[in-house]
């Protein structure tokens, strides 16, 4: 990897992340087919430059635990950001005429959003308990499921962003509900070991 012998660091990579993906969001809420198409470009480069950082720290061995979260915690937030942003560039007519009801889309980009950001903390909490073992996503010929945001501008570009955000929505608390029964059998799984080292201790 290129940057290995250089004063790069995985942090450095993460942030580049950041920021690129809190320039995503903002496009995505200015609305409108051209700044979404360019909220969703700029996310998917996110998406790209969030594959790096972990590569680049697997390569040159500068791993951490704070670098680890710091990274989960800038997921997280993009995530949010693309869901809170999307909502809030578009119109409610755009959404009432899919589902027929005045809901407000950034109501909805915000249920997507606190949804992600509860399957990121549970996340990072089962792995805490668990090791990374216990929060290893599903993958298909290699792609993980996080990967769907490659996507993002074929739904931008189709106009497919009301129902992609329905979707969201929908499907985001219904995945935090799955994570959030996992965690409790984790915790279940975890405990008797727990008391079982303090008693050993003791």
């Given amino acids: 990897m290129p940057l290995v012998d250089t004063p790069v660091t995985p942090n450095h990579l993460t942030t580049v992340r950041l920021l690129i993906g809190l320039a995503g969001g903002l496009a995505l809420a200015r609305g409108g087919f051209a700044w979404t198409n360019v909220g969703a470009f700029l996310i998917v480069l996110s998406n790209f430059v969030d594959h790096t950082d972990g590569e680049l720290a697997r390569v040159s061995g500068k791993t951490s635990r704070i670098g680890h979260f710091y990274d ?11 869901f809170g942003g999307m909502g809030y560039g578009m119109t409610s007519a755009q959404v009432g005429n899919l589902i027929g009801l005045a809901v407000p889309p950034f109501l909805l980009g915000t249920i997507a ?8 903390f549970l996340r990072m909490r089962i792995e805490e308990m668990a090791g990374k073992t216990g ?42 509900a799955y994570v ?23």
């Fill in 72 to 82: 989960l915690a800038c997921d997280a937030l993009v995530t949010v950001l693309l």
């Fill in 113 to 120: 959003g606190i949804a992600v950001a509860l399957i990121f």
């Fill in 135 to 176: 929060t290893k996503q599903a993958s298909v010929g290699g792609f993980e499921t996080e990967d769907v945001l490659y996507l993002l501008p074929l739904v931008t570009l189709t106009g497919g962003v009301a129902p992609f955000l329905v979707a969201a929505s929908i499907g985001a608390p219904l995945f935090a």
């Fill in 180 to 202: 959030v029964i996992d965690y409790r059998r984790v915790v279940r799984r975890t405990r008797p070991a727990q008391k079982d080292s303090q008693a050993l201790v003791s």
